[in-house]
T-cell receptor
């Protein structure tokens, strides 16, 4: 299995631009999580989905952030408009809902907003 | 109530020594306590996890000790090796879904 696949690995953009991060979970997994990692705040859960349905988006920092999961094999995290304080590494993770709880993380997308 | 406090922030251990990282939580509803290991440029990966019905779990050189009454748990790495140098995160959740992570410990094993 290829694991959780995230793209792009690196994204550099200018303030005000729209940014879209993509995630392909492990085949057969039905829970998907988006995290943000920064030095100051550590690893924060932004939102998670079970069976493509958003369950908890209380970690989404503000309305500029949105996430979708149109099908079991694809999810996006969008930031519009982006700001320098959004610079971070964004991780996607997947697991089997109701399973033993192991979340498998992708390699992350390093976002730099100039 | 949702916080998990992790210490120390950084740790340097000699090769062959024991590395100990501690975590404390507040929410008594938490019932799943994993430790994740992260190497530079990679995503976190599960190392070992415990549920509160046991006080200790061992997998190879890695041991979790769990103290339910004190609401604390710790990771012990025996015979620490340079390849163990990484950032370690404790976490906690109710139902193994919404993980709350500690701030992380950067571990360096000196050869």
């Amino acid at each position: 299995d290829a694991g959780v696949i995230q793209s792009p690995r690196h994204e550099v953009t200018e303030m005000g631009q729209e940014v879209t991060l993509r995630c392909k979970p492990i085949s057969g997994h039905n829970s998907l999580f988006w995290y943000r990692q920064t030095m100051m705040r550590g690893l924060e859960l932004l939102i998670y989905f079970n069976n493509n349905v958003p369950i908890d988006d209380s970690g989404m920092p503000e309305d500029r952030f949105s996430a979708k999961m149109p099908n079991a094999s694809f999810s996006t995290l969008k930031i519009q408009p982006s700001e320098p304080r959004d610079s971070a590494v964004y991780f996607c993770a997947s697991t089997i809902f109701g399973g033993i709880g192991i979340q498998y993380f992708g390699a992350g997308t390093r976002l730099s907003v100039l | 109530q949702q916080q998990v406090k992790q210490s120390p922030q950084s740790l340097i251990v000699q090769k062959g020594g024991i590395s100990i990282i501690n975590c404390a939580y507040e929410n008594t509803a938490f019932d799943y306590f994993p430790w994740y290991q992260q190497f530079p440029g990679k995503g976190p990966a599960l190392l070992i996890a415990i549920r509160p019905d046991v006080s200790e779990k061992k997998e190879g050189r890695f041991t979790i000790s769990f103290n339910k009454s004190a609401k604390q748990f710790s990771l012990h790495i025996m015979d620490s090796q340079p390849g163990d140098s990484a950032t370690y995160f404790c976490a906690a959740s109710k139902g193994a879904q919404k993980l709350v992570f500690g701030q992380g410990t950067r571990l360096t094993i000196n050869p």
